[in-house]
């Protein structure tokens, strides 16, 4: 509506209205990308209409009067979150485009670094837990003493020099530097992550994810409070420039990072033994015929669990010694759930802090976690029947023998 939009307007809200495509216009564009899986051109047309619409009417009579930054607060917020995955781009990233175009050129910093040192405590097999040796480690250090502002510059943040060694970085060392950074952060030399449950187990999906190290220290002035901060800069960096940082951390990372709520999918997700243990836990009425059958089967149990890095933690005060009854099997399960999901809160507040220094939370409010991920990591999978349908050759041709072996 006009007194909406108005309103809007005098929020300091950005109404940007997105016309619909033409028939004509959708029938073209197939034309050139092919089908949409089974949609034809007018599935199409009337789905993107609606998104349209949807979009339009979030812009205009639902932003005016929520705090982004806070949507959780109020029902209409809360729906909001409800509809993430439907916002098309130009609401979706309008926030942190605004940011990126408004963001001051601030002076370069530079970066040494030892790559011998790093190596050394790689070939010994040591754990980096001082943030000294590794070379994310001592970048860390140096960039603790930076104002975050660095971490906001249009251009690359920094430049990077590796003691020794004589290139000059235009932009190829410091693209190596994230690479590397991200080996390591994902390697027993450093101590932020671990690999998930269902890596260990071989079992369940996403076995290559990485979880926050919930045993991590970050108390004021620990190098794991230190790391982690700076590990969210770097995202930051990559939200606003497009760099890209190969982790592959598990989803509740992310949505962690955007407050999502989990379930128990997101606990199966990184370890699908303990959500087969809930599950059965939280019908255990119908998994056990009584409580003798029970007793028999868990009459160990305490209220007592491990969390990813192996730590136990007591989900009732003192329950070590207590014994999960029957009776209390499913508020057992809620409890184990409750605390697996968030074992790593107090690592992941220091990556959010790290984050906010860069990029505010109103400029990600609205993204999904999957959106999240792929801006700082890039997107893990390639159709390759897509990416061979549009190459290009020049002194080949599809036909050749080097072509044809690369794509088998």
Not at 104 to 118: F, K, Q, V
């Amino acid at each position: 509506s006009s007194g909406a939009a108005g309103a809007a307007g005098a929020a300091g809200v950005a109404v940007s209205r997105r016309k619909p495509p033409s028939m004509a216009q959708v029938r073209g564009l197939l034309v050139e990308i092919g089908a949409i899986g089974d949609h034809e051109a007018r599935s199409v047309h009337a789905r993107f209409c609606i998104l349209c619409g949807l979009n339009n009417m979030i812009t205009a009579d639902v932003l005016p009067f929520v705090d982004v930054a806070n949507l959780r607060a109020t029902p209409l917020g809360t729906l909001l979150l409800g509809c993430r995955r439907f916002l098309l781009p130009e609401l979706r990233d309008g926030a942190l485009r605004d940011v990126v175009d408004r963001a001051p050129a601030a002076s370069e910093e530079a970066l040494t670094l030892d790559r011998g040192a790093a190596y050394a405590c790689r070939e010994a097999g040591r754990c980096d837990a001082a943030g000294e040796a590794m070379v994310f480690g001592q970048a860390a250090r140096q960039a603790a003493k930076w104002p975050s502002k660095i971490f906001r510059n249009q251009a690359a943040p920094f430049r990077v020099r590796y003691r020794d060694e004589p290139a000059w970085d235009s932009g190829g060392v410091y693209r190596d530097f994230l690479d590397t950074v991200s080996d390591e952060l994902m390697s027993a030399q450093l101590p932020l992550l671990v690999p998930s449950p269902n890596r260990s187990d071989e079992i369940g999906q996403d076995r290559d994810a990485f979880l926050l190290n919930p045993a991590l220290d970050v108390s004021p002035g620990s190098p794991g409070r230190r790391m982690l901060r700076f590990l969210g800069q770097l995202m930051g960096v990559c939200l606003r420039r497009g760099d890209i940082l190969p982790l592959c951390l598990s989803r509740t990372v992310w949505k962690g990072l955007l407050d999502e709520r989990m379930t128990l999918e997101d606990l199966e997700s990184f370890d699908a033994i303990t959500a087969k243990n809930v599950r059965r836990l939280l019908r255990a009425k119908e998994e056990f015929v009584d409580a003798a059958s029970f007793q028999a089967s868990l009459g160990g149990l305490r209220f007592v669990a491990r969390d990813s890095a192996g730590q136990e933690r007591e989900l009732l005060e003192r329950g070590r010694h207590i014994p999960v009854t029957f009776e209390q099997a499913p508020e057992f399960a809620k409890l184990l759930l409750e605390m697996r999901l968030s074992e790593a809160r107090p690592q992941l507040e220091q990556v959010f802090i790290g984050l906010s220094t860069v990029v505010s939370l109103e400029c990600i409010a609205l993204w999904t976690w999957r959106h999240l991920e792929e801006r700082v990591c890039g997107i893990a999978t390639v159709d390759v029947g897509a990416l061979r349908k549009h190459t290009r050759y020049e002194g080949l041709t599809e036909e050749s023998t080097e072509v044809r072996y690369m794509w088998e």
